[in-house]
């Protein structure tokens, strides 16, 4: 009986042991082929020129219409985001910081809102611009990415602000401050390494998301040139490239998905940094 | 001066208030809109009949969504299937066996395969899963392939809701109280047996939610899994064979929807479907987690 217990615990650790570090061989697993893929076509031409007259037969040219599209569609999504996600995530912790019941049932809908599908906001954007008359432009891309992205980026910046503690708050209304002051004074100087957080995530889902930007961003091979013109994105110009038959154009689409890797990978590990090392220094 | 400033609180008050709202209303604004645009398509066939008939043939004016349902369900399922043990086990390690510097290490891993974009999922499954498939799995079975089918598309989705059920169970266990656990301990047990008949039953609403939210997450993913997937309309129960789930379905045909009458109608119910089952799905799930939080 005694033995028994004790094989099964060995076998169980075993095996937890097995799926977590599985785990971690699967994203080196990942990481790593895209990579050794990716190195072969990469080069400076790749990063630095657009596709020219039969790129996409194995020409001359590169991926940079795609970075840059990526680059603005992602970048207006978040300026786009932080004028409605940032009031709102300030509003839920300086208006509402009593009501901690009204607080739960608003982070609940917030929650499940960023469950909905990016496929599902590239469908709505395409409504929106159905009915505004709009073709695929670099416009419409933004919208889509910012209804996609302002979720999550209030979600984050919540999630840091609601650890600030309550006697901030109430210090900083007897001393007779108006709520916007608590709220921008006082709770978004305590919260900003959260604000920066949650900018670099939403920034990093943007840039990642192909579903939304299909219908709505369109593609060229031009450099964006205004807010009203069609806009490649790195993760189309991976996915097109990707269905080509021709094995240099499926290289390019290796060292592209190479770049987006590398860019994503940044963010993230940059965000990770800034959470500890700001996190230090905060009220707790 | 003061008055500017009273007036300022509550022009910003307003402000930060309309946001929120905004933002709030924003699932319904989006299902208002699909289902304007679909509307034309619920008018003309019934709803039963999208729902369960498997006739597709757009130019005709045939719209059965069943095969793509099923495919989206099979697709998900078997993602599920290898997804969840995997997490629960690897869950289990982080927090109760393994040293704390583990979790540090697991928060930046689970954290980069998040951001990973799914097209760069689609292609390592191009690239890895299918010849995989293909070559290793389907001669074991005896079967002939080209690789690009159900069991791919699921494998491929199971590595992409691996993170955001992980993070889910890892947060669900670290909220059972030490006391619990000692007390478990002190009674004799083991360290298995404490995970076993504490840990678990403490934690079951956080793992019965992780395991949802991470069903919604697989349900939704687009790309990758039209990568993988084959995207042939059609329905069997062999996982080597292709399928079309949902999403592939809206994303592969957005060129031609406006030169076909009423397919654009028939792609935004086919939005409309997934946004439906899976805010459900999400609140349903999402509850526990309130709950628990509320008692807290």
């Known amino acids: 009986m005694r033995h028994i217990k004790y094989t099964e615990q060995a076998f169980f650790k075993f095996l937890t042991g097995f799926a977590c570090y599985s785990v971690i061989g699967i994203l080196c697993l990942i990481i790593s082929i895209i990579f050794i893929k990716g190195v072969g076509s990469l080069s400076w031409e790749m990063i630095s020129q657009a596709p020219k007259g039969g790129y996409y037969y194995g020409g001359d040219g590169g991926v940079l219409n795609a970075i840059l599209g990526s680059l603005y569609v992602a970048g207006g999504a978040v300026l786009i985001a932080i004028v409605l996600g940032a009031p709102a995530a300030l509003f839920i912790n300086s208006f509402l910081f009593r009501y901690k019941r009204l607080q739960n049932i608003i982070r609940y809908f917030l929650d499940a809102l960023w469950g909905i599908p990016s496929i599902v906001y590239g469908a709505f954007g ?8 709009m073709n695929a432009s670099l416009l419409a891309g933004i919208i889509t990415v910012a209804c996609l992205i302002t979720p999550i980026m209030i979600r984050s910046f919540d999630e840091v602000l609601s650890t600030i503690p309550t006697g901030l708050h109430e210090a900083a209304l007897s001393l007779g401050s108006t709520r916007t002051e608590l709220a921008f004074k006082v709770i978004f100087k305590q919260g900003l390494p959260g604000f920066v957080t949650a900018i670099l995530l939403a920034f990093g889902r943007g840039i990642g998301d192909a579903a939304s930007v299909l219908f709505t961003a369109g593609y060229t091979d031009q450099l964006p040139s205004g807010l009203h013109e069609p806009a490649a994105t790195l993760p189309l110009a991976i996915f097109f490239q990707l269905s080509s038959p021709i094995p240099e154009v499926r290289g390019r689409a290796y060292s592209a998905a190479a770049i987006l890797t590398c860019i994503i990978l940044a963010i993230t590990l940059i965000s990770r940094l800034l959470v500890n090392k700001y996190s230090k220094n905060n009220l707790k | 001066m ?5 007036s300022y609180n509550f022009i910003t008050g307003k402000w930060m208030l309309v946001t929120l709202a905004v933002i709030l209303c924003l699932p319904v604004i989006i299902g208002i809109s699909l289902g304007i645009r679909s509307a034309d398509l619920l ?16 130019s005709k004016g045939e719209f059965g969504f069943l095969p793509f349902i099923l495919s989206s369900l099979y697709v998900t399922i078997i993602a599920f299937v290898l997804a969840a043990p995997v997490c629960l086990l690897a ?11 583990m979790m540090k290490i697991m928060y930046p891993v689970a954290d980069v395969m998040a951001g990973i974009p799914s097209v760069i999922y689609g292609m390592w499954g191009i690239i890895v899963i299918i010849p995989f498939v293909r070559d290793v799995l389907a001669p074991l079975f005896n079967v002939h392939t080209t690789g690009y089918s159900i069991l791919s598309g699921g494998i491929v989705l199971a590595v992409m809701c691996i993170p955001y059920m992980l993070n889910m169970l890892i947060e669900s266990f670290k909220t059972v109280p030490q006391g619990l656990r000692e007390s478990a301990l002190a009674l004799g047990a083991t360290h298995w047996q404490m995970v076993k008949h504490v840990v678990v039953r403490k934690s079951f609403p956080g793992i019965l939610s992780a395991f949802g939210l991470g069903i919604t997450k697989a349900f939704g993913e687009t790309l990758a899994v039209m990568m993988v997937v084959g995207n042939v309309v059609q329905f069997s ?24 009458p009423m397919y654009d109608s028939a792609l935004m119910f086919a939005a409309l479907i997934l946004l439906v089952v899976i805010l459900i799905i999400n609140l349903f799930f999402r509850y526990f987690i309130y709950r628990s939080k509320k008692i807290r």
């Open chain 1, 126 to 133: 395409f409504t929106i611009m159905l009915y505004f008359g």
């Open chain 2, 2 to 6: 003061g008055r500017f400033r009273y």
């Open chain 2, 43 to 58: 008018h003309d066939n019934g709803l039963i009949d999208l729902l369960f008939s498997s006739a597709w043939a757009p």
């Open chain 2, 91 to 101: 869950a289990m390690y982080i927090t109760q066996f393994s040293k704390p510097r």
């Open chain 2, 237 to 260: 129960l062999n996982p080597f064979d292709p399928a079309y789930p949902l999403p592939a379905l809206i994303a592969n045909n957005f060129g031609e929807m406006m030169s076909i």
